[in-house]
């Protein structure tokens, strides 16, 4: 499976060091191997998604193993999900690329699969590609998949925006859907820092035109973090514009005892009439 021109939805072809179409768009492979599929009249702002600081932060976080719940969680749903045949799969606002690489290299033990990896963030993507090559990396926009129709074995999307459409769409017949999201008790303790009104994340049922949704789990567990673990964490989220000096202060010297919760929901695209 190729690449699908984000100009004019022509198949890409790999040549040398670009991706070509039939109309003779060109997008250059970087020197970490990543794509550029976000046209300049794509894009919202001039450097969109997260910015280097908060991919450091990030990184540094989900390597201290956190978060290792969660990737294993939804490795095991897809590698008990996906069919031996199916051959690609889409992870949607991949960051940094460490539940990306860990999809791969789940999946390709049994399965002859391309994994991909899409962030409108370029940063995201330069640092995922130079570190991961299990899985191929491009720059573009969720709400513009540069992929064909009925051409995704699977899709994940771990809190990432999304066009629904793009999902019915992109998406074969019978392949699935699988989304991470906060449940109420998420952060709860870190929001707590922040904020002097606590208020629990809102329960949204979330449904897909042309999707059922087939499965829903959550899955909860404490962390314990350091000072440091703290503030990485804080960088990762969107609390970090409201965080004032002396919370931060307060995460830095204590550390903090914290609640994760996600609900996990796997949807599956329904045939084609």
Request: aromatic share 8%.
């Amino acid at each position: 499976m190729a690449y699908q021109c984000p100009l004019c939805h022509l198949p890409l072809q790999p040549y040398a060091q670009q991706w070509r179409c039939e109309q003779n768009h060109q997008f250059d492979r970087a020197k970490e191997g990543y794509v550029n599929l976000l046209p300049v009249q794509h894009k919202r702002s001039k450097q969109p998604g997260d910015s280097p600081e908060m991919m450091q932060a990030r990184r540094d976080f989900l390597d201290a193993g956190h978060y290792r719940p969660l990737q294993q969680q939804v490795c095991a749903m897809l590698e008990a999900e996906l069919p031996p045949d199916a051959q690609a799969l889409l992870d949607i606002g991949c960051g940094e690329g460490y539940y990306t690489a860990a999809i791969a290299d789940q999946l390709k033990q049994s399965r002859a699969m391309t994994v991909y990896g899409l962030d409108v963030a370029k940063v995201a993507v330069r640092y995922a590609a130079k570190r991961y090559r299990q899985a191929s990396f491009c720059v573009a926009s969720s709400h513009r998949l540069p992929f064909e129709d009925n051409s995704l074995d699977a899709v994940v999307r771990i809190y990432a925006p999304c066009n629904a459409q793009e999902l019915a769409r992109t998406v074969k017949p019978g392949g699935v859907v699988l989304t991470v999201a906060p449940g109420p008790r998420h952060l709860y303790q870190l929001k707590a820092a922040v904020y002097d009104d606590v208020q629990l994340h809102p329960e949204q049922d979330e449904q897909f035109p042309g999707f059922t949704r087939v499965r829903q789990q959550t899955l909860a567990y404490p962390m314990t973090l350091t000072g440091a673990a703290a503030l990485q964490l804080l960088q990762m989220t969107p609390f970090a514009w409201r965080a004032g000096d002396e919370a931060r202060r307060q995460l830095g010297e204590n550390g903090l005892a914290c609640e994760t919760d996600f609900v996990i929901r796997l949807h599956q695209r329904q045939p084609a009439v």
